[in-house]
């Protein structure tokens, strides 16, 4: 297993490659990825958050640099917002790689619902590997997909609280606490 | 008591982090991107956006941070201008309405803050509030604070409230509705007191427009507000007619705010092209 960080040195924020690097290979061990080679190129130029998978040898995956800032201290990195960044994305590699997930849609497909679900399955199995996570944010954002009501809720809490859900279970449970509403 | 508070000097505890204009300026990734995917024609602050609840919640922490300033400004046009001679004492009794509003504005705003599941301090603050709330003549800070920053506060919680309506959360719709109607009454504050006490003295009330044009360009940096889709937040334009902003006036600032747009773009795209 190898992981590497790009760019090495950083000129628009002030990152530390080495310092990222290690807190990837501590969530490759958490997650058993350690058979794969991964990449992590950061896109230093952009102050937006978002993150892409291309699979292959090795895994790279795309961060763009608000993804790891500390917003309080603009272009600083936050140590927290690395670890939660780097472990969703890393869960979700790990999903993509299971057969589990085999059905999922290909990311440019998948609808903001679809995402909001994702996410907050993996931010919640994070939560249980001792890292800090704001719940009540990745439950805002599950209620600004699903409506604000007790069937979202619901949905949430049996998300949040599982740990071997498939693709279409997921799927299942978001489906019920839509159609409950309509 | 100490008066005309100096901005560097104001109280916060260590969960705060304070930043300028030119901090906010000086990050080159805000105008150099190299992100190859095309740029959004629409950034306005909606559900639909994929970025929608953390774009809320930023927002949200401004508003916030916002309000903090609003207050501490307020109190210091009671405190710092002598009644009478400086300031009327209708104007200081409006002032220290407005400081009952902005504190109850600021526990709304913490409420919200944690019902989107933002922490205190989670964001920076900009102190660029305060800083228009420091002149030493009360008509340029009625003109500064409660008709620009206050009428662009309009703007904000005209976004938020539709936010809110549109993705079905009552009590964002509902606290930024009422925060909204007392915002309205102090651009009204604002502009009746400007009109008042410039009434005989031209001169002034020119000085205190321009200074608000200041103000209101500098909010407008970036495009941040306008009436583009490609500005997160909208150009109130009912609600500032309410405040008594005339239709000249809200068309100065539409026009101010489009420009600042286009001179945004414009600065993207000549960073792009020196980076490259």
Redesign the interface.
Known sequence: MTVEVTPSTFT??YFDSAYIARIAQRLIGLFGLENHNIRVDI????????MRIEFGDPIVINI??GAFED?????QQSESATTQSLGRILLKVRDRLSPEFANAPADKDLT?VQ?AIWETYCVARLSRHDIDI????????F??RH???DASDRAFEKIWNSNDLTWEQLQNISDNALALVQ | MRKFFPVEDLARDER??Q?TMN??MA????V????SRPSRAANRIV??R?????AA??LMHGIFVGEIQALEGAGRTCWDFTTGEEAPFELKLDMARQCWDEARHVEISVKLS??????I????ENTVLFQAACSNDPVLRLAGVNRALEGLAIDVFTTMKEFGEV????YLEFAEDWMLADEVTHVKMGSDWLRKITEDDPERRKKALDFQSVVDKLFSYGGTRSESQESPIGLARRFRELAGFDDQEIDVIAKLSLAALEERKAAVLEAQAA?N
């Open positions: 628009y924020v896109n230093e130029t952009t102050p937006l958050a978002k763009q640099s917003f309080s201290r603009p272009r903001l995402v704001n719940r009540q944010r990745w439950l805002y954002n209620r600004n409506g604000f009501n | 705060f982090n930043i901090d906010r990050d080159q990734r805000t150099i991107t190299t992100d559900p639909s994929g970025d929608a609840s953390d919640r930023g944690d019902w989107m599941g933002s922490e301090g989670e964001y920076a993705a079905g959360d009552q980076h």
